[in-house]
């Protein structure tokens, strides 16, 4: 799978809205993009995910750069629920299995 | 509600013994993993199932067996000859093995071997 970078930690005010920012210069012309949360001791939750056009969902907004080598996952309004480690995703077709390999993520604090 | 069910949440054995943690879907996903997560690490490919009574090694199956007799069941067994058995294990599931499917989570085994 194709290296992601993420902020380690950001910060966030609930009720706001959040942007979570993920950079995959070497992506390939069929890598998905997909976004997933963890809170601890919980199984990784899936968030959303897209190929090359922005993707909305009832979770939050994927906004994908044109030349796909970036992509920001959007909480439209932070609750203290959205608190976890947020990871970005590159997932190929390898032809055997598309695994998920999660790198450090990045760490969401929501304060009141 | 549609969803992944994983037991025990938490389970104890002593070593040198065999224990199976237990996976059920109902989400009708022909595709099921196993995934092994070490603290402050991601996660680890142990086996995973495209269909029935088929299934293959991810990157750390040494030491793991599965079987996937139902669709809807893929049970995981932890032998005596898997080293460092400790972990979060996490069984998932998804439409299928293809990158643009989504995977879907239970709630995990906590494994402790002493």
């Known amino acids: 799978d194709a290296k992601t970078t993420q902020p380690n930690s950001m910060e966030s005010n609930e009720e706001e809205p959040v942007h979570l920012p993920c950079n995959h210069s070497?992506?390939?012309?069929?890598?998905?993009i997909h976004w997933y949360r963890q809170l601890p001791s919980q199984g990784p939750e899936y968030v959303i995910h897209g190929l090359t056009s922005n993707v909305n969902n009832r979770m939050a907004s994927l906004a994908i750069a044109e030349d796909r080598k970036s992509s920001t996952l959007i909480l439209h309004r932070a609750t203290l629920r959205d608190a976890a480690v947020y990871y970005c995703?590159?997932?190929?077709?390898?032809?055997?299995?598309?695994?998920?390999?999660f790198g450090t993520g990045t760490r969401l604090q929501v304060t009141l | 509600d549609g969803g992944i069910t994983q037991s025990p949440k938490y389970l104890f054995r002593k070593e040198g013994q065999n224990v199976t943690l237990s996976c059920e879907q109902n989400l009708n996903h022909d595709a099921m993993y196993w995934y092994r997560q070490d603290p402050g690490q991601g996660l680890r490919l142990i086996y995973y199932?495209?269909?029935?009574?088929?299934?293959q090694k991810g990157d750390i199956a040494e030491g793991y067996s599965v079987s996937r007799e139902k669709k809807e069941s893929f049970p995981l067994t932890v032998t005596s000859a898997q080293k460092n058995p400790t972990a979060f294990y996490l069984c998932?599931?998804?439409?299928?093995?293809?990158?643009?499917?989504?995977?879907?989570f239970g709630p995990g085994t906590r494994l402790t071997v002493t």
């Open positions: 995703i590159l997932r190929d077709w390898t032809g055997t299995a598309s695994k998920l390999t």
């Open positions: 199932s495209q269909i029935v009574n088929d299934f």
């Open positions: 070497t992506i390939s012309g069929t890598d998905y």
């Open positions: 998932a599931s998804s439409l299928g093995l293809a990158p643009g499917y989504e995977q879907y």
